[in-house]
């Protein structure tokens, strides 16, 4: 314990030194979460976020691409990511020429590209979105059909959602793939009246199984309106930590997944970065325009 609080108290002072600010996912423990982040949010809010910041340091504690993202946006300012191998297997599961052999197999359909991927795929795309908007994205386009990419299962779930056809690709949450209906089941038989909420990068079998399924935000909203006796996040484990110290009336029944990208952030290279000012993240010239373009069309996307 007394470990954290040095580490928080050195940090806090860092910040105010290098004028620097922190961001944080939701899945960032709550030790970040909670005590030195001064931003929180799902991948929409932090993007938003982003687009207003002051200092002249930011701090992502999330995973690469979100620092790609704030980059994008702030492209005069230090980004840094206290662990630059913090990736993400959607994001990983995808290149460049991959998209533009889509676009080749599917001419005039437009490209919608979950933010959980590369500056360079954000370069080939025509709009992206997360989990919280992919709805309102998809829609707006008004066409009957998109290339929906990398998740398969975003993909599938929002085509069920909107009954636009959808050509995806195969990557997957490393996190989310592994919930199975027969699990959510069981636990529903376990422990009677809970209510369940899936993140969409979940099979759209699991998310039938849910009571509500949408981005982190969308379920702290979920929380907060329904103040559920018991809940279930189908997620990642953080969520449910973050969300029980702000509700302890709730109960919070696990199963929950790590992701191991997000756990690479830790108080102490959070501390670290500050005082290195590394890792920075730096964007090559050539994407900068292309990928800023396809995250600035979804941020102009009420
Ligand atoms: P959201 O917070 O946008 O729902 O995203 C979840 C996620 O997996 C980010 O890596
Ligand atoms: Fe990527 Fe899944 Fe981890 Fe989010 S939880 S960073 S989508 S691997």
Redesign the pocket.
């Known amino acids: 314990e007394r470990l954290f609080a040095d580490d928080i108290e050195a940090i806090l002072e860092l910040k105010r030194k290098h004028n620097a600010v922190i961001l944080a ?3 960032q423990t709550p030790e970040i979460f909670h005590c030195v982040s001064d931003i929180r949010g ?3 809010a932090l993007a938003r976020e982003a687009q207003n910041l002051e200092q002249d340091v930011i701090i992502m504690a999330g ?1 690469h691409f979100m620092a790609e993202t704030v980059k994008l946006l702030n492209p005069t300012k230090t980004v840094l990511i206290p662990d630059a191998l913090a990736g ?1 297997s959607l994001a990983e599961g995808i290149t460049a020429e991959n998209v533009r052999t889509l676009r080749k197999r599917h001419p005039g359909v437009p490209v919608v590209t979950y933010v ?1 991927s590369s500056a360079a795929v954000k370069a080939e795309t025509d709009v992206c979105c ?3 908007n992919a709805r309102r994205v998809v829609e707006s386009l008004g066409v009957p059909e998109v290339i929906m990419i990398p998740d398969e299962f975003l993909a599938r779930n929002i085509e069920r959602e909107t009954g636009i056809k959808m050509h995806t690709w195969s990557a997957r ?1 490393e996190v989310h793939e592994r919930f199975t209906p027969q699990e959510i089941r069981q636990y529903r038989r376990m422990h009677g009246p809970l209510h369940i909420i899936a ?1 969409p ?1 979940c099979s759209p079998d699991v998310v039938a199984e849910a009571d509500h399924a949408g ?3 969308s379920m702290m909203d979920y929380i907060a309106e329904h103040k559920p006796e018991k809940v279930m996040l189908i997620t ?1 484990c953080s969520m449910s930590d973050n969300l029980a110290a702000m509700h302890p009336q709730t109960d919070f029944i696990r199963p929950c997944n790590l992701c191991p990208h997000m756990k690479r952030i830790t108080l102490k290279n959070i501390r670290q970065a500050l005082e290195t000012m590394s890792t920075e993240v730096t964007i090559p010239a050539e994407l900068q325009e292309p990928a800023r373009r396809s995250v600035e069309r979804m941020l102009a996307i009420k």
């Open positions: 996912h939701n899945y799902d991948s929409l995973v993400c959980n997360t989990s919280g949450c993140h990068e981005s982190t935000a990642e």
